[in-house]
């Protein structure tokens, strides 16, 4: 599996949504060959909840939240709630990895769609904290918050299976 280079050169929106995709597409790259049962171990101390597959299924929540919820303002529901503030990064009953990672690239496909024409410097449709916030701010914290978790799947991955990604 590989990924498309982002240009050196181009406009704002080009590259912020190059890096972006690229960041989406490594979270995939990460998970390529590895095993079923190692998609679940959760290998970081102390009890955690972070595996490969829980990763990938919470980077596909904070995608429909950015850009479905706040972004367009859509009612979609939240996997999470007050009393399991982590049910995103669990497993769901019969859930694997392939279907995880299905999930996760037609929610990006989902938030490349709502991207469609949308101006950098709109605001999104939902308020943050009071404050508006606006479309250029969620994209570039999709790209930390994307980069961040390809981060921790390169440390799960060489602890469950010794894999070390590029």
């Excluded at 980077?59 to 009393?83: I, Q």
């Excluded at 299905?102 to 024409?117: K, T």
Aim: with cysteine; proline share 6%.
């Amino acid at each position: 599996m590989s990924r498309d280079d982002v240009p050196f050169t181009g406009d704002e929106r080009s590259l912020v949504l190059g890096w972006l995709d690229w960041h989406r597409e490594t979270v995939h790259v990460k998970c390529a060959g590895l095993a079923e049962a190692d998609a679940w171990r959760t290998p970081l101390p102390p009890p955690s909840l972070t595996s490969a597959a829980g990763l990938v299924s919470h980077l596909t929540a904070v995608e429909s939240y950015w850009f479905e919820r706040v972004l367009a303002g859509l009612e979609v529901p939240v996997p999470w709630t007050d009393e399991d503030p982590d049910a995103d990064w669990r497993r769901p009953p019969g859930a694997t990895l392939a279907g995880t990672l299905l999930r996760y690239r037609r929610q990006c496909d989902v938030s490349r769609a709502l991207m469609d024409g949308v101006d950098l410097g709109a605001a999104c449709a939902v308020r943050r904290h009071g404050a508006v916030v606006t479309v250029r701010w969620v994209l570039l914290h999709m790209i930390e918050e994307t980069a961040r978790h390809n981060g921790h799947l390169d440390a799960v991955r060489e602890l469950v299976d010794g894999i070390v990604g590029e």
